[in-house]
C-alpha cells in the first residue's frame, strides 16, 4: 500500500483535485438525510470532500479522520478543530454518536477481509438508530474503463477486491444495517493516460507490481507502444452505497 504521509503533499493534484471532490461530495450528500446532526467523515485524507460535506450541509456538526498524520494535518487546514488521527478499524467513539458515517476510497486499500469487515463493524456501531453509512465499492475495476490501456494491463496480477460490493453489503447486514440506496460519481480527471499509467508503474501505484519487479517494465513498454501518448482516456465512474441502521420504535 502506497505511504499515505508521504502522498499528502501531491495527493489533491494527482486524483483530480477539487472537480473530483465535487463529484464525491454530490454523490455523498445525495445519499444523506438533509437533516440537523452529527457527520463522520473517515479516512478523509486532505479533507477535499470533507469540506463540502460540511459547506452543504451546515446543520450537521462534521468530525474528520484520518489514519495518517500528514493528510490528517492537511485536513486540519481546511476543518479547523473537527479533524484528528484515527484508525477506522477502531474508531475513538461511543456506540451511537453519529447520524451520519461516510467514507469515500477506503475499503479498497485494506489488507484483506477482515479488516474491511471490522471497518463495517465499527460505521455500525457508532451510528445511531435512522443513521446512513455512506462507503464506496468496486474502486480497482472502476478504472477498467475498456481502453487500450486496460487491454495492455489485462494479464497483471490483482490484489483480492476488499471493497466488492457484494462483500460489503454482507458486512453491512451482519451488523444490521440495510441498504438505504447507492449511486455512482465520475473521477474527474482521472482517466489514464498511456504516458502516466508508465509513471504511476514505476512508483508502485499497482501494489503487485513493484518498480523492480521485471514485468513492471515489459508493461511499461508495451504501453509505451501506444498511440496518444498523452491523450486521457475515460474517467472512471466510482460506485456509492448507502446502509441505514433501521430506526427503533
Known sequence: MLDYDEEADAYDASRGGEPRAEAAAGAVLGLIPDRPGRLLDIACGTGLVTRRLAAARP???????????????????????????????????????????????????????DEARAVVAECARVLRSGG???????????????????????????????????????????????????????????????????TDLRRGWFTLLPPDDPRTEEFATRLARLPDQDRRRPDP????HAFQKPPTA
Open 59 to 113: 446543520a450537521l456538526r462534521v468530525t474528520a479522520a484520518d489514519l495518517s498524520a500528514a493528510m490528517a494535518r492537511r485536513a486540519a487546514h481546511r476543518l479547523p478543530g473537527a479533524v484528528l488521527r484515527a484508525d477506522c478499524r477502531r474508531l475513538p467513539f461511543p456506540d451511537a454518536t453519529f447520524d451520519a458515517v461516510t467514507g469515500v476510497w477506503l475499503l479498497h486499500l485494506l489488507s484483506g477481509p
Open 132 to 198: 446512513v453509512y455512506v462507503t464506496t465499492v468496486d474502486k480497482a475495476a472502476a478504472h477498467d474503463v475498456g481502453s487500450d490501456i486496460d487491454a495492455v494491463l489485462a494479464p497483471r496480477p490483482r490484489r483480492p477486491a476488499q471493497d466488492a460490493a457484494d462483500a460489503v453489503a454482507r458486512y453491512a447486514a451482519a451488523e444490521g444495517l440495510v441498504p438505504a440506496g447507492r449511486t455512482a460519481f465520475p473521477g474527474r480527471g482521472q482517466g489514464r493516460s498511456p504516458r502516466s499509467t508508465v
Open 237 to 240: 465512474v466510482f460506485p456509492l
